[in-house]
């Protein structure tokens, strides 16, 4: 068996953990059995968020809610190990209550974050493929953000004022004008 996962959903996924780091970053995975489309990252809670990760019940119901929205199914939780390879720990294993839900791990052992996904079904850990996407092939919005984009329109409109005013003083002055008699 093997899962595709949306390069940008892959990207948000590792750029989470590498933020919350030294801290292990937790989060919601959406979409289908065979593509993950959508991570809903969330709060860790835990009472020491650099060794475990959880994730508190009314965020995760908050969570769970916009996957409806969306029209998308809850697949899995994704968590970093900060310092760790990416491989459930005997607490992960313990954790892992529903075997349907898929176990993302993102390592940041090494200077490039490392994705692996398993499936854990009681003491039974399994591997599984995780092929990634290039293609935005589920709609995945991969707009700038706001910021970004007022950003943009500021520079945009700075420029032009910029080119009108540098153009303005090149200009050679204006004739006087003769007056008739």
Same mark, same amino acid.
């Given at each position: 068996?093997?899962?595709?996962?949306?390069?940008?959903?892959?990207?948000?996924?590792?750029?989470?953990?590498?933020?919350?780091?030294?801290?292990?970053?937790?989060?919601?995975?959406?979409?289908?059995?065979?593509?993950?489309?959508?991570?809903?990252?969330?709060?860790?809670?835990?009472?020491?968020?650099?060794?475990?990760?959880?994730?508190?019940?009314?965020?995760?119901?908050?969570?769970?809610?916009?996957?409806?929205?969306?029209?998308?199914?809850?697949?899995?939780?994704?968590?970093?190990?900060?310092?760790?390879?990416?491989?459930?720990?005997?607490?992960?294993?313990? !954790?892992?209550?529903?075997?349907? @839900? &898929?176990? $993302?791990? #993102? /390592? *940041?052992?090494?200077?490039? %974050?490392?994705?692996?996904?398993?499936?854990?079904?009681?003491?039974?850990?399994?591997?599984?493929?995780?092929?990634?996407?290039?293609?935005?092939?589920?709609?995945?919005?991969?707009?700038?953000?706001?910021?970004?984009?007022?950003?943009?329109?500021? !520079?945009?409109?700075?420029?032009? @004022? &910029?080119? $009108?005013? #540098? /153009? *303005?003083?090149?200009?050679? %002055?204006?004739?006087?004008?003769?007056?008739?008699?």
């Amino acid at each position: 068996m093997a899962v595709r996962i949306a390069y940008a959903v892959a990207r948000q996924i590792a750029d989470h953990a590498l933020s919350e780091a030294p801290n292990e970053a937790c989060g919601i995975l959406a979409g289908s059995r065979e593509h993950i489309s959508r991570a809903l990252p969330l709060d860790n809670a835990a009472d020491a968020p650099d060794r475990h990760f959880r994730i508190k019940p009314e965020e995760q119901l908050e969570a769970l809610k916009a996957l409806d929205a969306y029209g998308l199914e809850w697949i899995g939780v994704y968590h970093s190990h900060p310092q760790a390879p990416p491989i459930p720990s005997q607490e992960d294993i313990k !954790a892992a209550v529903d075997r349907r @839900l &898929l176990q $993302l791990i #993102v /390592s *940041l052992e090494s200077a490039k %974050p490392k994705l692996k996904l398993w499936q854990v079904d009681g003491s039974s850990v399994t591997p599984i493929a995780l092929v990634f996407d290039t293609e935005n092939k589920a709609g995945i919005d991969d707009h700038l953000s706001r910021h970004k984009q007022v950003a943009i329109v500021i !520079a945009g409109i700075a420029s032009v @004022l &910029l080119l $009108l005013a #540098v /153009s *303005l003083m090149l200009l050679p %002055p204006a004739p006087e004008i003769a007056q008739a008699p």
